[in-house]
């Protein structure tokens, strides 16, 4: 029987109503002959709930409760899921994570797939039930307990089960009707693809467009999963959405195919370090075991250049991490300090930026990108803080106030709204 992956979002499955339409959609799936396996997010707003929940009990709490209180939307939304589908005649059955079992690592709230047995699905599938609804965002560890897998992480539950099921398509059903040039929250201007090459996906995902999990579009990639994007609030079919896949299947693409940002950064300087072997694995290694994710990164030149027989030159370095790691990465540097491990004047640090990045794999073989981007932010005086680049991306650090006029900006730039 050939077998789809369904997944919906919180905003669509955020109430009974919407619960209803979405097992709709699984419905009309099952009448054409398929089997379906339905992964469920919690409804809109509940794990932001229960997080709060566990911060307000436990400030500095147990991941393992964590993982236990917050994996908890889901297997709401999954039960309901079930119980609507067999209230419209379709035979269903809810499982949790462990039930499946999902085998994860036993890193709590970012935990990774191990391994996706299939045969207690595959037995329910041959008894005669036609949909599988499984809680997404969620697993169990080696050690039996419940795990997640970073926010957002319904997105990637739905990659591995198409991965481990053959299944034709995974279908990612949300708010918008596809992936966008942008976020078309930010503009109007922002244009539906009807394909993005995984390499560009991948990079917006990392750079902050939420629409997939970054994981879900590696998984994807590695696995040859047809992943689509498409509303759950719409009519749709085969046709519908964008589809995330090779970049030989995409006719032609353009330099830049879209523009992604992230709020939640803050910029890090350490000031007048010393300029010599071994200082910046000084910095960077405490903060790698306090687990602090360093993204962008820049040290300035020094006066004069390093050299054994004239020691003593001094410089400046400056990462970004996300803001919610400010409090650890602050604190890594100043025991790091005290522990005589690196030596700095002052540690400044700037809470108030956002990273804004252009996104295309045309820019491996077209130049000025980064010239052409630079002039359209300074054409609204936007002042550029950090830059960092990979062979399909340039990103930007900038005053979070100007993030969405940047985003604007950038789209204008490369006339995106043409795409
Ligand atoms: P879900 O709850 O269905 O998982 P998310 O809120 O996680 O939905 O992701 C969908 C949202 O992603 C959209 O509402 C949109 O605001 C945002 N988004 C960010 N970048 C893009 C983009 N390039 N294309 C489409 N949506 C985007
Ligand atoms: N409910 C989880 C979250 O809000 C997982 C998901 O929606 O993908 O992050
Ligand atoms: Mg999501």
Redesign the pocket.
């Known amino acids: 029987m050939p077998l789809l992956v369904m997944k ?5 499955v955020a109430d009974l109503a919407r619960i209803k339409n979405a097992a709709e959609k699984v419905k009309k799936e099952v009448e054409r002959g398929y089997d379906v396996i339905v992964i469920v ?1 919690a409804m ?1 707003g509940k794990t932001n709930e229960l997080v709060g929940w566990v911060e307000q009990t436990s400030p500095l709490f147990d991941a393992r409760e964590y993982d236990a209180v917050v994996a908890s939307g889901e297997n709401v939304t999954a039960g309901l899921m079930a119980l609507t589908l067999q209230e419209m005649d379709v035979p269903a059955r809810s499982w949790q994570g462990w039930q499946v079992p999902i085998n994860t690592t036993s890193a709590h709230s970012s935990a990774r797939f191990v391994d996706i047995p299939r045969e207690n699905i595959d037995a329910k599938f041959a008894e005669g039930f036609k949909v599988a609804v499984v809680a997404g965002f969620q697993g169990v560890s080696p050690e039996g307990r419940i795990t997640t897998l970073g926010r ?1 992480g ?2 990637t539950t739905a990659v591995a089960f198409a991965a481990a099921f053959a299944a034709e398509r995974c279908d ?5 009707d ?8 930010i503009t109007s201007k ?1 244009k539906k693809l009807d394909r993005i090459a995984f390499e560009e996906m991948l990079e ?1 995902a990392s750079l ?4 997939l999990q970054t994981r879900s579009v590696e998984l994807a990639m590695r696995y040859k999963v047809k992943l689509r ?1 498409l509303s759950s609030f719409e009519d749709t079919d085969e046709t519908s959405g964008t589809l995330v896949c090779d970049e030989d299947d995409i006719m032609e693409s353009k330099v830049v195919s ?1 523009v ?1 940002y992230s709020r939640e950064e803050a910029k890090i300087t350490l000031f007048t370090i010393e300029d010599r072997p071994g200082v910046a694995s000084g910095i960077f290694g405490p903060l790698a075991d306090a687990g602090i994710n360093v993204d962008m990164i820049v040290q300035n030149i020094s006066e004069k250049d390093y050299d054994e027989a004239h020691p003593g030159a001094v410089t400046d370095m400056t990462f970004s991490c996300p803001i919610n790691q400010v409090a650890r990465a602050k604190k890594a540097l100043e025991e790091a300090q005290a522990k005589d491990l690196i030596k700095y004047d002052e540690l400044i640090i700037d809470e108030d930026v956002a990273k804004v990045s252009v996104v295309g794999i045309g820019m491996r073989s077209h130049a000025g990108v980064a010239a052409r981007m630079f002039r359209a932010l300074s054409a609204d005086g936007i002042n550029i803080k950090v830059i960092s680049t990979s062979e399909i991306k340039i990103s930007v650090l900038i005053d979070r106030k100007y993030m969405e006029l940047a985003v604007q900006a950038l789209h204008d730039a490369f006339e995106l709204e043409k795409a």
């Open positions: 919906f979002g919180g905003t669509s997010s809109s957002g319904s997105d990612i059903y949300t708010d918008v596809g992936i966008y040039t942008t976020d078309p929250r922002a917006l902050g467009a939420k629409v994007v879209g992604a």
